[in-house]
């Protein structure tokens, strides 16, 4: 096999903070940059090498910061360019990376380009969004936005629609324009010339659409699926080369691509290793809750993945990008709830293990690992009693729609879907200690906390050297020492079973086998039994010869020359 290219990047962990939900400085109940910067410390105890910022940009926060009014200022939320400024240059004195959230699909409804782009027809930026003449006396297609309703929002001054595939205060930019590609680049070179150390690109594989805008097959609720339509259009390509030419090329960068829709064959041309394009892409198959367990309506779901399927797809993405495309693993971020409850078991008596279990697995493999702030100490999902405890536009206009106007869903189970895999799950306050509002601020939150704060925490998980805190430092140490566990070739096994996940990682003729046990019950495997080699890391002090324990993980070092 030819030798893969190295980079600092495949070999990097990175750390995804949400800034709203991380650390409060100034007692508004918001969390900010200097609160970000106050955990620098505690990071970099951590291990990790990059931070990956959820939008800081100016916003009126329809969509929480991903609705952005001017790409160069900073939210008031979450402080000054002074703050940042800050925060990168300690960052970056503790060698741990920035990496800026870039959303260019579309912007805010009250960013100057729109303010003037709805003023007329013939506005000099009325080409920088998609506007469309009704048809038939309504929309121009039947598309569903991503957050429930149509994507098109009608403007009485001009009467035309505009596109917005989120919501109708988030008006998708027309990257067919190279006027608007000229004002994207532009803004990225700035970030770049202050010195940030990448971009993580929102939704960018929705920036080319289908040219004729057609409507895919009607469903129930009278809206067609735009998926096939925004998702890898003709020229996304194009746009992201061209982007790689005249800026991502000339910086030394950390790049990944958001790529709603995204195939295998078609992260083989973002994520290619001829570096054209981007660095790796973010796909969703394995957390696709319609596809994972059966779904109540759309993505909402009360049923947990089966590790069957979630193999499945993690498996094929390993193996079919060897050697053509570098991949990202995670398992939870902000739009994801959290993993351990999601993919593990929350009970108290197996949150610790099943937590360490899914990040040997994620962890040991090929690719660039994500942790999500609050996973490395196994934080869970919230429990909403009422819509009046979710923050998230998601959900709200889930509800309104699927309970109050369509009664096409109950309530209680709406709710309980919400327990699952709503986005609000992921969004509660970073746990710190178990004081009032567990340390996150001195005044309200502003998103509830999760009330078992009290006993998940940092300070706790500080304080317990069997926590999730120190296996995950303890995962990030041997991917910074073995060349094997970030270059390695992957190869599956045990693809038949119901409850292992097991796989092998080969390099320069070390083989790295790792073994998990997914279920709370013990399960034969003589997968490990008499192994030759050293075990590198294990979520059990003891093991049972044939056997793996609950949720048991082991992973072993074998020098086969």
Known sequence: MEQEKRAWWKEAVIYQIYPRSFADSNGDGIGDLNGITEHLDYLAELGIDVIWLS????????????????????????GTMADFDRLLTEAHARHIRIVMDLVVNHTSDEHPWFIESRKSKDNPYRDYYIWKDPRDGGAPNKWASCFSGPAWQYDEQTGQYYL?????????????????????????????????????????????????FPDGPVHEDGYSDMFAYVCNGPHVHEYLQEMNRRVLSRYDLLTVGEAAGVTVEEAKKYANSAGTELGMVFHFEHTDGAANSEAVIGKWTKNPPKMPYVRKILNKWQTELEGKAWGSLYWDNHDQPRAVSRFGNDAPQWRVK???????????????????????????????????????????NAWQELVVDKKLVDGKTLLACFDTVARDNARTPMQW?????????????WLALNPNYTDINVKAALADKDSVFYYYQQLIKLRHTYPIIVYGRFRPLLEDSGEIYAYQRELDG????VAANWTEREVPCNLLDGLPGRELIANYAAHKNGWLQPYEARVILTDKS
């Open 354 to 396: 099943s937590a360490k279990m899914l990040a040997t697995v994620l962890h040991m493999q090929k690719g660039t690992p994500y942790i999500y702030q609050g996973e490395e100490i196994g934080m869970t999902n919230m429990h909403f009693h009422s819509v009046a405890d979710c923050a998230d536009i998601e959900e709200k």
């Open 55 to 78: 939008p800081i940009y100016a916003s009126p926060n329809d969509d929480n910061g991903y609705d952005i009014s001017d790409y160069r200022a900073i939210m008031d939320d979450f």
């Open 164 to 212: 917005h595939c989120f919501s109708r205060k988030q008006p998708d930019l027309n990257w067919d324009n190279p006027k608007v590609r000229d004002e994207v680049f532009d803004l990225m070179d700035w970030w770049c010339q202050k010195g940030i150390d990448g971009f993580r690109m929102d939704v960018i594989s929705m920036i080319s659409k289908h040219p004729d």
């Open 510 to 513: 070390q083989v790295l086998t």
């Open 433 to 445: 200690d178990d004081t009032q509002n567990a340390g996150f601020t001195t005044g309200k939150p």
